[in-house]
């Protein structure tokens, strides 16, 4: 049976190329026609998690960062905590950001070891790469004005987790793709 189809194929090969012409035409037709509209957005069918996902609305979080800090004089002194309360302040009137500030629950948020380190946790809505990565800048430009060091010698130190934070370099093989 392949054998005559072959041989079909050769002697009629005009024809049989128009045929794949018009299939390869008629298929990127349809595909124009359908469009372009991909999404990546997750859709819940109806059901308890889409009710849970319903009530929680803007709550929840498209990823999760935190502001880490040392001070040297100890995370609940007068001086370290006038500095930082202004900069949660800042960052939680920022659009979809919610903080969970360590000044509001120190006994989970602050070093009992040690006293010296705290971290308040960021929950930040969905958003694109470009639009995390323009909040980040934003959180750190707004963490500018926090001081460094204070009257009695001791100082503050700020660092930044979490993928919202992190430096996003185009690895070389895509490059070479």
């Given amino acids: 049976m392949l054998s005559r189809l072959a041989r079909y194929c050769v002697r009629h090969r005009r024809l049989v190329l128009g045929i794949w012409i018009a299939i390869f035409v008629g298929g990127f037709a349809a595909a124009g026609a359908a469009g ?27 990823a999760t960062a935190e502001i880490v800090f040392r001070a040297s004089g100890g995370a609940e002194s007068t001086e370290v905590q006038d500095a930082l309360t202004p900069l949660f302040e800042e960052v939680a009137k920022l659009e979809g950001v919610l903080i969970a500030s360590p000044y509001d629950s120190p006994a989970t948020q602050i070093d009992a070891a040690t006293g010296t380190i705290g971290v308040a946790r960021l929950t930040i809505t969905e958003r694109t790469q470009e639009e995390f990565m323009t909040l980040a800048t934003e959180i750190k430009d707004l963490a500018k004005v926090v001081p460094r060091e204070f009257p009695d010698g001791s100082t503050l130190n700020l660092e930044y987790g979490g993928n919202v934070f992190g430096e996003f370099e185009l690895p070389a093989s895509e490059a070479l793709g």
């Fill in 36 to 62: 372009t509209n991909f999404r990546t957005q997750m859709q819940l069918p109806s059901g308890e998690a889409k009710e849970v996902f319903d009530l929680l609305g803007d709550q929840r979080g498209g």
